[in-house]
């Protein structure tokens, strides 16, 4: 019994949970590589993009790159918040404005965002300019498709009561509305941002003089596939330090503080 306790005990820890699933996608990654069933030329092992890793923090590559794409991701997710955010609540609360841009909403979110790459170059060049408006188109539409949809879940009677004990349009909003749509704000704010990150690196591919996603395919272009190796697993890491240490909990802090924390944590 003691010993099946401290297995549970062991299962369950955090960070057994977290990083253990990667243990035998590491261990499948060396074998491949060790066995050689790719040339070397195409497939490089953990022992070698690690190398490459410290190379290029040693030589300072790496961080100058990785900052320079969380300027750009910054600068484009509060734009993109700027503008989302309000217009989110605009569309959800008036009926004649969601029944005029709703089918704009729909189709601009169907239209990828590297689709605007092209006119965007023509535009604005090879600039941050250009980086950001992508960022921004991409990061908008779905923070707006969740707020409303956010909104449309609060419960009816919630608003009727507010205006009932004497709440105007602005108490409904600021004391009904948006504590209502928060959890829903908060998820369009994670995909968002998940999109976002997506289009920045497709955006330094093509039109970036620095960043991750040029480092990718600079190190393509020199045929040296441990520094594309090297550029998705930062991309990975980033991704998942930003999600964990503020996405997440951001989102946790929206559904406990409006008393949803039970239903939010079944499927955890």
Same mark, same amino acid.
């Given at each position: 019994m003691r010993d099946g306790s401290r297995w549970s005990r062991l299962v369950t820890h955090r960070a057994v949970r977290t990083f253990g699933p990667f243990l035998p996608l590491l261990l499948a990654w060396w074998v491949v590589a060790e066995t050689e069933l790719f040339p070397p030329a195409f497939f490089v092992g953990p022992v070698t993009v690690l190398a490459e890793f410290g190379d290029l923090i040693k030589k300072g590559i790496l961080p100058a790159y990785l900052s320079d794409s969380l300027t750009r991701l910054a600068s484009g997710v509060l734009f993109g918040l700027l503008i989302g955010v309000p217009a989110g609540f605009l569309v959800a609360l008036s009926r004649r404005v969601r029944k005029l841009v709703w089918p704009l909403l729909l189709f601009f979110q169907a239209v990828a965002d590297i689709a605007w790459l092209p006119i965007?170059? !023509?535009? @604005? $060049?090879f600039s941050l300019t250009a980086v950001t408006v992508v960022i921004v188109y991409t990061v908008v539409f779905p923070l707006v498709i969740s707020i409303v949809a956010g909104v449309e879940q609060l419960p009816r009677d919630l608003p009727r009561a507010a205006r009932s004990l $004497? %709440? $105007?349009? @602005?108490? !409904? @909003? &600021?004391d009904v509305v948006l504590p209502g749509a928060l959890p829903a704000l908060a998820?369009? !704010?994670?995909t968002g941002l998940g999109y976002g990150w997506r289009a920045l690196i497709a955006a330094e591919i093509i039109v970036g003089t620095s960043g991750i996603g040029f480092m990718m395919f600079d190190a393509r272009r020199g045929a040296e596939v441990t520094g594309v190796f090297v550029g998705m697993i930062t991309l990975g890491v980033l991704? @998942? %330090? &930003?999600?964990a240490l503020i996405l997440a909990p951001f989102e946790r802090g929206t559904v406990q503080r409006w008393g949803m924390v039970r239903t939010a944590e079944v499927g955890r």
């Open positions: 965007v170059i !023509v535009w @604005f $060049g $004497g %709440a $105007g349009r @602005f108490g !409904v @909003f &600021l998820t369009g !704010v994670r991704w @998942f %330090a &930003l999600d």
